[in-house]
């Protein structure tokens, strides 16, 4: 599979800290990968419970590796002061419900986000058909809901402020999913971009696998909304960030990335979106039952 928007391998930041199997790409910043997807640490090392949060919650099965590398970086078992969620698709969400329950903290989403997480909606089928990859060919397996933390489910506040976090911002970056977030710091340009935009072509088991850097628009299988996914990725592009950790791939920085990212931005269409589909935009579908009569007329 040909890359979206290629990135020189020395835009991808951060430094391996061993213990925890982590990324550390800022003083407070560190995000670890579970096998196809990333979770992050935001808060100093040695911090100590309740001093940091974790943002998504990773595989099922992998509340017990995110609580060990939490331990080791913060130095305390103790919990976080918050969970907070870019969406609720189920690869960010898998450990949530052990996880909350070991903790008992509260777990922050977009208030249109809540209903995927409080048992009440299941988001709509994931599309086989796009990206031409094993990981999109086995879209329509996943698990898509509705799992239910409400217990310690809460909207983040509508004032764009980030529970627990000074200095961070939520921005509403929605197409890959209705109440998709991004977390957003001013003062370094950080940004965690969730699944708006991912830095690997996730719908491939082998660039998963190798994660060669690239910028790539939200994994297409799960992409119900490309109007709205496109606007978000133009949103983000114009912060001009200097750091980006995505759900999917590694973290990148530096000018090299924000060519690239705005590369993706200006050609969204062209790059990201898939040529056809069952969440496909209406320019394309416009088209396509012309098309179809011309080759039946053929026939
Ligand atoms: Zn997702
Ligand atoms: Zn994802």
């Not at 103790?78 to 969406?87: D, E, M, N, Q, V």
């Not at 082998?206 to 133009?234: K, N």
């Amino acid at each position: 599979m040909a890359q979206q928007v290629p990135v020189d391998e020395d835009a991808v930041a951060g430094v391996v800290i061993p213990e925890e199997a982590t990324h550390e790409v800022a003083a407070d910043l560190a995000y670890r990968r579970l096998a196809i997807v990333n979770v992050a640490f935001v808060g100093g090392r040695l911090t100590g419970a309740g001093n940091w949060v974790l943002v998504d919650a990773g595989l099922r099965g992998s509340a017990g590796i995110i609580c060990n590398a939490a331990t080791t970086r913060f130095g305390d078992e103790g919990p976080p002061a918050a969970i907070l969620l870019t969406h609720g698709h189920f690869d960010h969400v898998g450990a949530l419900h052990s996880l909350a329950e070991r903790w008992n903290v509260p777990i922050y989403a977009h208030s249109l986000e809540l209903p995927y997480l409080s048992g009440q909606a299941s988001y709509p089928p994931a599309d086989p058909t796009v990206g031409g990859g094993i990981m999109a060919a086995m879209a329509s397996l996943y698990p898509r809901g509705p799992i239910d933390v409400s217990r310690w489910l809460r909207p983040l506040p509508a004032d764009g402020s980030v529970p627990a976090l000074d200095g961070w911002r939520w921005l509403h970056t929605p197409g890959h999913s209705p109440g998709h977030v991004s977390f957003w710091r001013e003062s370094d340009r950080t940004l965690l971009a969730g699944d708006a935009f991912v830095t690997t072509a996730q719908e491939s088991a082998y660039a998963v696998m190798t994660q060669a850097p690239e910028l790539h628009g939200p994994p297409m299988y799960y992409t119900p909304d490309w109007e709205a996914a496109r606007e978000s990725v133009r949103r983000l592009a114009a912060l001009e960030p200097e750091l980006v950790v995505t759900g999917h791939g590694p973290a990148m920085q530096g000018p090299a990335m924000r060519d690239a990212l705005h590369r993706l931005a200006d050609g969204f269409d062209e790059i990201a979106v898939p040529k056809h589909g069952h969440y496909v935009p209406p320019r394309v579908q416009v088209d396509a039952p012309r098309r179809a009569a011309q080759s039946s007329d053929l026939a």
